[in-house]
């Protein structure tokens, strides 16, 4: 089946410090999302990516849908302690047999 | 508030005692599905409905059946639980559902259950 490779599993990095995370696929995908989990919640879209080569930023946020549509990338920058959490990508097939997969996460750690 | 609602939200019960994790959307969202979330594992699919009456299997369906009788209710439920279903259960919904799925889920804040 599909799959969606996200690495490192954790991360660790000092406040105010950029980081960049990818999802990469052996698959094509339609639609890229990103989701963020906070301790103890429900993951919770961050940015959603539907066009190749498309770039969309939410505030220190920065995604971009990969032109081959088999990757993605997440960039945060200037990172704040509440950035903490699990970070998952996902992507979507289209079609009648449309399906979601999700990447296995990252956990972020901020040190202040 | 938008929201989905599961409970409950913490449950520890013994192998083989029936239970049932509700779950409840009040944005009258199409598309509701259940996951489970385990250390390594990341999120996987149990079972998804894209409207009402319409279920289907996800990537880890064994030992779960759901029903879809109302738009706004999505039950998971547990016939004969073992141990290999202890985990973090989340439902999430998404407005659109044959028509038009783009993938934005909304999920609950979970649902830990541990079966002993």
């Known amino acids: 089946g599909q799959q969606l490779n996200q690495s490192p599993q954790s991360m660790f990095i000092q406040e105010g410090e950029d980081v960049s995370m990818n999802c990469t696929s052996s698959s094509i995908f339609n639609t890229w999302l990103w989701y963020k989990q906070d301790p103890g919640e429900g993951p919770v879209l961050l940015i959603a990516?539907?066009?190749?080569?498309e770039l969309t930023s939410n505030g220190r946020l920065t995604a971009q849908f990969g032109i081959t549509r088999k990757d993605s990338f997440l960039n945060i920058s200037a990172s704040i302690p509440s950035d903490v959490g699990i970070y998952f990508c996902a992507g979507r097939t289209t079609g009648a047999n449309s399906k979601l997969t999700f990447g296995k996460g990252i956990t972020l750690s901020v040190r202040p | 508030e938008a929201q989905v609602t599961q409970n409950p939200r913490y449950l520890i019960t013994v192998t083989g005692k029936k239970l049932t994790v509700t779950c409840s959307q009040n944005m009258n969202h199409e598309y509701m599905s259940w996951y489970r979330q385990d250390p390594g594992l990341g999120l996987r699919q149990i079972y998804y409905s894209m409207n009402v009456e319409v279920t289907d299997k996800g990537d880890v369906p064994e030992g779960y059946k759901v029903s879809r009788k109302e738009k706004r209710n999505f039950p998971l439920i547990l016939e004969s639980p073992s141990p290999n279903q202890t985990s973090l259960y989340f439902c999430?919904?998404?407005?659109?559902?044959?028509?038009?799925?783009?993938?934005?889920?909304?999920f609950g804040e979970g649902s830990r259950l541990t079966v002993l």
């Open positions: 999430a919904s998404s407005p659109n559902g044959l028509a038009g799925w783009t993938g934005e889920l909304f």
């Open positions: 990516l539907y066009k190749a080569g």
